[in-house]
């Protein structure tokens, strides 16, 4: 008998010495953990995620050693109707002398009124880091709140970037709160009528909250090769859950069917071991590859993202081939218990007679595709295809201020300030790097391109005096902040940013030797992020495809399956980004999910969405495909083995897809556009995925392709085995008429 597998040997080690296997992976876990926290986070600087033209205005104006304190503004409108004035001047000594007294506050300026005369702004400096003024900014909001209770016949409100931060952290970690409290009763549920007993409902969830534990750590100690980001805790803990679930999903089932069919409890680890635990091998590799190809995206952002699921999902895989089997060799036949009544008798492995359960529903949905192929494949790719037509047209932006909820009283306050000071809103951060002694050239440059905007519509007049130029203490950096009066992603804005960039800025400054400039600010922003990504998914997508295919063919053996893996995949990709374009960039689907249409998908998510959608969506190609594999390998007709693969996959497939669906979900309930975007988009592509392309795409390509599926050439081909050692499941007889 040649070598068993590696994936046996560890099993069989793990489940001979479950106790020494189980202590190896809580100190794995707890080393991991606490040595990243002893490590701490290194996080990205601006110059990592520096991206076109954009990026080189961030680096000039960060190399100008600029102190730029965290500033708020006191806003004073009329409630209706004509401001008073002496009352609003009132209102605002009252609360210059007030927020004087406060601690935090550096300085409090000059009242100033609008242009209109509607509203009177006093702004406030505050001190400390800026960057944890939004965390000090809350003395200051209760100031400004007494002074609207001295002067309740006026709208007295505070808004500037430190308390809309609060206000947004606030929002959102009330919606991660409410997101993890649902996370965990959600997927338990699912995993509870899955299996119809507790123990092996919450053996997944523990696998995986422990992978998501050791991956976390791991993740801080490699921040300090690739730096994090901010979103690199939640893609691990959402990355985590899902690969966890499933992966010690598709293994506790195997073993259980196993069992059910008489088989020792340590020759069912070893079956599930050989087979699921090869599965999960396969996957876990796609999975890694598809996060992989973010490292060529040579963005700060993807790679922290790549980094992190990366590790979670080898965290995962190595947890689902140790530690797994060890807790179902100790459990035993405990694994079943306690078991809910109704649900245990529905999901039991076998029926009462002792033979395996015949179920109903998917041999009806696989009729069609075995009986007829050809009509189903032309139908079903049809409508996929139909759906993803409006990817065409999809267009790419980043989320700004408008897309933040109103809910909250400080973007309230914030709408009353760019209609009444709109230099406040949208602007230009034109940046300007030149020697010193050429400031002077450069500072009068500056001036003459502000006055010109002032006469252009498509811009602002500064607020005061004139332009507000700051220059760095080295007389090296200039900058000009250069405002709109329109939205972040109106095309009014896109147009002023290109005519700066094209033709303002460059007049303006042409002449002065050793100039160099570019214009930022949040408009540049998204459009060369846009580009960026336009630009990098072909490399990514080539990647992915190329590596996976390799995989696929290598695993399988054959060319064929791993070509058809790759189009199927894509197939449900291109419904993915179709739905998310159908959802997102109209208005239909507003008042249902909670939402105001930005018009586009937010610039990140094409991307993030392609690589993670290939490589979950290959976990369950991988577990059905390779249950159809050993069905053709124990004798049975192509045709006999597509319809028993699918059969007997399809309840582990359509739990896992459940789960996540379930979760993903939940990001759809949150505030934030972005991650509404992302939920809709996970959960809608693995619905599609494990419904339409591996229940009817599937099943008709195969049963078409015939024993074509299995061809490869000589060097890829399998070598002869011995005959099976048990003879080939009989099909169901539901679909014995399918021949």
Request: aromatic content about 6%; some cysteine.
């Amino acid at each position: 008998m040649g070598r068993r597998p590696v994936t046996v040997r560890l099993a069989r080690w793990s489940a001979e010495h479950p106790w020494r296997a189980i202590a190896l992976w809580v100190v794995f876990v707890a080393v991991c953990f606490v040595g990243g926290n002893a490590a701490g986070l290194n996080e990205a600087t601006d110059a990592d995620q520096a991206i076109g033209e954009f990026g080189r205005a961030e680096l000039i104006v960060d190399s100008g050693g600029f102190h730029d304190p965290a500033t708020e503004n006191v806003l004073i409108t009329a409630r209706s109707g004509t401001l008073d004035q002496a009352a609003a001047t009132a209102a605002a000594q009252d609360a210059a002398g007030r927020l004087r007294q406060v601690e935090g506050v550096a300085s409090v300026g000059t009242p100033m009124p609008s242009r209109d005369g509607a509203a009177l702004l006093l702004p406030v400096t505050m001190s400390g880091d800026p960057e944890t003024a939004g965390d000090r900014v809350q003395p200051l909001r209760d100031t400004t709140a007494q002074v609207q209770q001295a002067h309740p016949e006026l709208r007295v409100e505070q808004v500037g970037g430190p308390s809309i931060d609060k206000a947004l952290d606030d929002t959102l970690g009330k919606d991660f709160k409410r997101a993890e409290l649902l996370s965990l009763p959600v997927t338990l549920a699912i995993l509870i009528i899955a299996f119809g007993a507790l123990i092996a409902a919450g053996v997944p969830v523990l696998l995986a909250l422990s992978s998501v534990a050791a991956a976390m750590g791991l993740s801080t100690l490699a921040s300090h090769l690739v730096p994090a980001t901010d979103t690199t805790a939640s893609v691990i803990l959402l990355i985590g859950m899902a690969v966890g679930v499933d992966y010690s999903l598709f293994y506790v089932r195997r073993e259980r069917e196993e069992r059910a069919k008489g088989r020792s409890g340590l020759d069912a680890v070893e079956i599930a071991a050989e087979t699921s635990g090869h599965a999960v091998v396969v996957s876990g590799t796609a999975v890694i590859i598809s996060m992989a190809g973010l490292l060529l995206a040579q963005d700060a952002i993807f790679s922290s993202l790549a980094v992190g699921s990366i590790l979670v999902v080898a965290v995962a895989v190595i947890g689902s081939l140790t530690v797994l089997p060890a807790l179902l060799a100790k459990l035993g036949r405990w694994v079943d218990r306690p078991r809910v009544p109704l649900l245990w008798r529905l999901t039991a492995p076998r029926g009462r007679s002792g033979q395996p359960a015949r179920p109903r529903f998917w041999p009806a949905v696989l009729r069609p595709a075995l009986r007829a192929p050809v009509a189903t494949l032309l139908v079903s790719v049809g409508l996929l295809l139909a759906l993803a037509a409006p990817a065409l047209g999809m267009e790419l932006k980043f989320p700004g201020a408008e897309d933040v909820p109103r809910s909250t009283p400080a973007m309230q306050a914030y709408d009353r300030l760019t209609a009444a000071f709109p230099s406040n809103g949208t602007s230009h951060t034109v940046a300007v790097r030149a020697p010193a002694d050429q400031a002077d050239r450069v500072r009068a440059a500056l001036t003459g391109l502000a006055g010109r905007t002032a006469t252009d519509p498509l811009f602002v007049p500064a607020e005061g005096d004139g332009p507000e130029i700051k220059v760095s203490a080295d007389r090296r950096v200039s900058v000009l902040e250069v405002a709109t009066p329109y939205g972040g992603r109106s095309d009014e804005a896109s147009r002023s940013l290109h005519e700066l960039r094209r033709d303002l800025v460059p007049a303006a400054l042409d002449g002065i030797p050793g100039v160099e400039y570019a214009v930022g600010g949040g408009v540049a922003a998204s459009e060369d992020y846009a580009d960026h990504i336009w630009a990098k998914l072909p490399v990514v997508a080539a990647f992915v495809l190329v590596l996976t295919f390799l995989v696929m063919a290598w695993t399988f053996r054959s060319v064929v399956v791993a070509l058809t893996s790759i189009l199927l995949n894509l197939l449900s990709a291109g419904a993915a980004y179709g739905l998310l374009v159908l959802v997102f960039q109209s208005h239909w689907a507003e008042g249902l999910l909670g939402f105001t249409s930005m018009g586009a998908i937010v610039t990140w998510l094409p991307l993030f969405l392609f690589v993670v959608l290939f490589g979950l969506s290959m976990d369950y190609h991988v577990f059905v495909v390779s249950r159809i594999r050993e069905a053709v390998d124990r004798g049975m007709p192509n045709r006999d083995a597509v319809a028993h693969g699918i059969t007997s996959s399809a309840g582990v497939v359509t739990s896992a897809a459940i789960v996540m669906v379930g979760v993903f979900s939940i990001f759809a309930t949150l505030s934030m556009i972005d991650f509404k975007q992302m939920g809709i988009g996970l959960a809608a592509a693995i619905l599609l995925d494990a419904t339409i392309i591996r229940a009817v795409v599937l099943p008709s390509v195969m049963t078409l392709l015939g024993d074509a599926n299995w061809w490869a050439p000589r060097f890829l081909r399998r070598r002869p085995t011995t005959p099976p050692a048990e003879p080939p499941p009989a099909p169901a007889p539901e679909l014995v008429g399918a021949r």
